[in-house]
């Protein structure tokens, strides 16, 4: 009995640990392959670059600020050196960040958010929360990416 609670205890400190940690650090092409892309929900991934941290630093404030806010996104940062291949499939430079793209479909393509937006989180919440509200949620609220249908959804034959 005291080895479960000890479990649990320790089970609910890593989750708690892991909600309250901020948007997660996107290091390479392989992480976000398998964070991103592969994951079922909704991922908002705001893209950096070390030669531009003074046009970062505002966005990256009122970013940090969504988990808060908008808790049914999971969030990123990535700096447009350390995945670059991502950067270029997606059109993302070192000029055009700070670059918030949001990833609401299993498709390889993403949603392009101003940058401008960012800089006042509760603005950059209402945004995303308009560009999700199609999406599904699971049970724990968590926004779900959807599956585009090819050759349009109609069901008539």
Do not use: H
């Not at 808790?71 to 270029?88: H, K, L």
């Not at 070192?94 to 990833?103: A, E, H, Q, Y």
């Amino acid at each position: 009995m005291v080895e479960t609670r000890a479990a649990l205890c320790v089970i609910s400190v890593t989750l708690l640990a892991s909600v309250l940690a901020g948007p997660v650090m996107i290091v390479s092409d392989e992480q976000f392959e398998s964070t991103v892309q592969q994951d079922g929900a909704c991922w908002a991934v705001l893209f950096t670059s070390k030669t531009r941290e003074e046009k970062v630093a505002p966005v990256l404030r009122g970013f940090s600020e969504l988990e808060a806010r908008l808790p049914s996104i999971r969030y990123g940062v990535a700096d447009v050196d350390e995945v670059r291949a991502v950067a270029s499939e997606f059109n993302v430079r070192k000029r055009m960040v700070p670059r918030i793209l949001l990833f609401k479909s299993r498709a390889r393509q993403a949603d392009v958010i101003s940058g401008d937006t960012g800089l006042n989180g509760a603005v950059l919440a209402d945004v995303l929360k308009d560009e999700i509200a199609e999406n599904p949620r699971d049970d724990g609220e968590v926004c779900q990416k959807i599956t585009l249908a090819l050759g349009g959804a109609s069901d008539e034959l």
